[in-house]
């Protein structure tokens, strides 16, 4: 693997990152948006190198946690930092496909799922040439109904389902969500700075959740008017920053 390293996410929880598997402020933020408090089963779907879990488990160290992750390379530098850091008992890594997961998890079972999924259709925009960065960018092995399904299946009852996507896939995401019974019940626009339109949002949907009443929170900015880090990045981002 090439450029294979450690970096840190504070309190001394530790990933191993490649050139090609690694994670960006998108993955901080949704893993951030997603806290599983007073969750007890969680599975984060496309987990690629598992950032998401492994902050999970930062902030809530009596959960279990599964990775579902299609690339071999990946799920095997996911194993090594759930050795690392001696996560055997609360993360389990399956290598498989979402969309094929029956028989392979417990449907109805979990009370969270998240998703960092592909944000570009098949179709639009220069597919990377590396198979490894075209699937974490295009929707070539799965698309946002695939997510949702599989999200749906593996949730029970009342169990919230997070995303992140660009914005001008907003109703994309939201349709998708009802179509498979996930309700969106909270919503966040992330800006890079105030003179900047919305780069990202952050979704909530709730399995069986009765339609309407979508919580839309206030903007997360990332930047202050100086370009650096606002006061609520620092608090999201500060403690990987600082690696303490």
């Not at 079972?109 to 639009?124: I, R």
């Given at each position: 693997m090439?450029?294979?390293?450690?970096?840190?996410?504070?309190?001394?929880?530790?990933?191993?990152?490649?050139?090609?598997?690694?994670?960006?402020?998108d993955t901080?933020?949704?893993?951030?948006?997603?806290?599983?408090?007073?969750?007890?089963?969680?599975?984060d779907l496309?987990?690629g190198?598992g950032?998401?879990?492994?902050?999970w488990?930062?902030?809530?160290?009596?959960?279990s946690?599964?990775a579902?992750?299609?690339q071999?390379?990946?799920c095997?530098?996911l194993q090594?930092?759930?050795?690392?850091?001696?996560?055997?008992?609360?993360?389990?890594?399956l290598?498989?496909?979402?969309?094929?997961?029956?028989?392979?998890?417990?449907?109805g079972?979990?009370?969270?799922a998240?998703?960092n999924?592909?944000?570009?259709?098949?179709?639009?925009?220069l597919?990377?040439?590396?198979?490894?960065?075209s699937?974490a960018?295009?929707?070539?092995?799965?698309?946002?109904?695939?997510?949702?399904?599989?999200a749906?299946?593996?949730?029970?009852f009342?169990?919230?389902?997070?995303?992140?996507?660009?914005?001008?896939?907003l109703?994309?995401?939201?349709?998708s969500?009802?179509r498979?019974?996930?309700e969106?019940?909270?919503?966040r626009?992330?800006?890079?700075?105030?003179?900047?339109a919305?780069?990202?949002?952050l979704?909530?949907?709730?399995?069986?959740?009765?339609?309407?009443?979508?919580?839309v929170?206030?903007?997360?900015?990332?930047?202050?008017?100086n370009?650096?880090?606002?006061?609520?990045?620092?608090t999201?981002?500060?403690?990987?920053?600082s690696a303490?």
């Amino acid at each position: 693997m090439k450029n294979l390293h450690l970096e840190p996410l504070g309190s001394g929880m530790e990933i191993f990152v490649t050139d090609s598997y690694h994670f960006s402020t998108d993955t901080i933020l949704l893993a951030d948006f997603s806290k599983p408090k007073g969750a007890k089963r969680c599975v984060d779907l496309g987990s690629g190198c598992g950032t998401i879990p492994l902050l999970w488990l930062k902030g809530e160290p009596d959960i279990s946690v599964c990775a579902v992750e299609i690339q071999q390379n990946a799920c095997e530098l996911l194993q090594k930092s759930v050795e690392r850091n001696h996560l055997e008992e609360k993360l389990t890594v399956l290598c498989a496909d979402l969309k094929e997961l029956k028989g392979k998890l417990p449907f109805g079972a979990f009370d969270l799922a998240a998703c960092n999924p592909p944000y570009k259709p098949c179709g639009t925009g220069l597919r990377n040439p590396e198979e490894k960065l075209s699937t974490a960018r295009h929707e070539t092995d799965c698309t946002l109904d695939d997510v949702c399904e599989a999200a749906s299946n593996l949730l029970q009852f009342g169990g919230k389902f997070c995303l992140c996507q660009r914005p001008e896939r907003l109703a994309d995401a939201m349709e998708s969500m009802r179509r498979f019974d996930l309700e969106p019940k909270r919503l966040r626009m992330v800006q890079q700075r105030k003179s900047k339109a919305p780069k990202l949002f952050l979704i909530e949907g709730r399995r069986g959740g009765k339609r309407g009443f979508l919580d839309v929170l206030p903007t997360l900015f990332i930047e202050d008017e100086n370009g650096n880090f606002s006061e609520e990045m620092m608090t999201i981002y500060g403690d990987y920053k600082s690696a303490e």
